[in-house]
């Protein structure tokens, strides 16, 4: 009996280790990913005066659009902190509902982003137009397919957890997933003060 304690004692720590290199090594990806946005956003810095006779960012703003963005990612981090808070009571069905709830936002900033990208296109202002809309459009779009990335993502765990159900394993996975959303929504505030409040200001 004691032998089976022990057994068990071993495979759990070995478990919570496992999680812990996982989780650690999700950090270095994302310190890497900094970088990248770090370079982007340098990029937009140097860029963004050279609109060539076209539009500028001031020009081209749709503030309402833009605060609805950020309310929407804004509650997303709300949704999967509810997620996380449900893998911790082991409820399977929590965490299901709320990473479903947090798709859902996600999706809605995604099509309210891609409905500001097809807008600037559709008059002429696409990313080959000037070297700020290069920019601008790079930046943004790097961000919006990580906001997709997340998605998939999303989907993905949602599948494991209704296969699976809730375990170490399966909380290691939700920690990694909810660094990532939360990453990606910082990163948006950001892009929400230096390209859009810093450009109408």
């Known amino acids: 009996m004691m032998t089976e304690v022990l057994a068990n004692q071993d495979h759990h720590e070995h478990h919570d ?8 090594g999700f950090w270095i990806y ?4 900094l970088i990248l946005f770090a370079t982007l956003f340098a990029a ?7 609109t060539y006779g076209g539009v500028g960012i001031a020009q ?13 990612l804004l509650i997303s981090n709300l949704t999967i902190g509810f997620a996380f808070l449900s893998q911790q009571r ?10 479903l709830v947090t798709f859902l ?8 982003e891609y409905q500001g990208f097809s807008q600037l296109v559709a008059v002429g202002n ?27 993502w999303t989907i993905i765990l949602i599948i494991q957890f209704a296969s699976q ?16 959303w939360h990453f990606v929504n910082i990163i948006w505030i950001f892009i929400f003060t230096i390209v859009y409040l810093m450009g109408v200001i």
């Open 105 to 112: 936002i996600g999706l809605a900033f995604v099509g309210i």
């Open 60 to 72: 081209i703003t749709d503030l309402p659009r833009v605060l609805t963005e950020t309310l929407v």
């Open 165 to 180: 159900g809730t375990s170490s394993k399966m909380a290691t996975r939700l920690t990694c997933l909810g660094l990532f």
């Open 126 to 152: 696409d990313w080959q137009r000037s070297a700020f809309l290069s920019a601008f459009f790079t930046l943004l779009g790097v961000h919006w397919f990580h906001v997709i990335a997340g998605l998939l």
């Open 90 to 99: 082991a409820s399977k069905q929590g965490v299901i509902l709320w990473l």
């Open 17 to 24: 280790d496992s999680g812990s290199r996982v989780v650690f």
């Open 44 to 50: 937009y810095a140097v860029l963004r005066n050279n």
């Open 30 to 33: 994302l310190m890497s990913d």
